[in-house]
């Protein structure tokens, strides 16, 4: 399963960066410009994963059916642009593993469902994405996660076949379009994951509880 991996593609926020802060507050400020309460940060982070739609889902309980939701969604953005450098860093452990990733030569790279507009920024103004291979937001291709395109996109411009792709995340949508493009899959624990997740059910291939654990791995199974 694991013999032959060239490179490691991870999902963004909740596997590489803790990005919950600032996403809970450019929602939460949509609230208190309401004159609503505004909500603890917990509330927000367990659903940091899903972008706007999370965001916008515990903020005000509506999701994209809802006929104010695209009107919300590009404020929510408007929000989240002028704030997202305050508080989003790279996870513990992750420059460590990165590094080693580079210094053992494996190729790394990002496929997130985060729009180019955020992805671009943070990956230039984030010393910790220097050596990124291959970055691929949710509007590089045509579909976006869970759909396999974007992770086959990844594969293709860093010029190896799907199965010689690890792909790392914390969302079930990661480990099904993992699944779908023939990757090994691992599951984030300490990611977002979901107000509900059941990530046994996922069907990922490994399951770690820190990125060093990645490391770890990856000693153990590949080289």
């Known amino acids: ?7 490691v593609l991870f999902d963004l926020d909740g ?3 803790d990005s919950a802060t600032d996403l809970g507050h450019a929602a939460d400020k949509m609230r208190t410009d309401r004159g609503l309460e ?14 706007a739609r999370g965001m916008l889902g515990v903020a005000f309980g509506i999701g994209p059916g809802d006929p104010d939701f695209d009107l919300l969604r590009e404020e929510f953005f408007a929000n989240y642009t002028a704030c997202m450098f305050n508080h989003t860093a790279a996870f513990d452990e992750v420059v460590e593993l990165l590094a080693t990733l580079t210094a053992r030569g494996f190729l790394w790279g990002i496929v997130t469902n985060k729009a180019a507009r955020f992805t671009e920024p943070l990956l230039r103004t984030l010393p910790v994405f220097a050596n990124c291979a291959v970055a691929i937001s949710g509007d590089t291709t045509l579909h976006a996660k869970p759909h396999p395109e974007p992770l086959f996109e990844a594969a293709r411009r860093l010029r190896v076949a799907p199965g010689q ?3 790392v995340g914390d969302d079930e949508r990661d480990i099904v379009a993992g699944r779908a493009a023939g990757m090994p899959t691992v599951a984030a624990n300490y990611g977002y994951l979901g107000a509900t997740a059941s990530v046994r059910a996922w069907g990922a291939d490994a399951e770690i509880n820190s990125p060093a654990q990645l490391l ?3 000693s153990s199974r590949l080289i």
């Open 38 to 51: 505004p909500l603890p940060l917990a509330d927000y982070r367990a659903m940091a994963g899903a972008g």
């Open 165 to 167: 792709c690890i792909y």
């Open 15 to 17: 596997t590489l960066i």
């Open 1 to 7: 399963m694991f013999e032959g991996v060239r490179a």
């Open 216 to 218: 770890q791995f990856l």
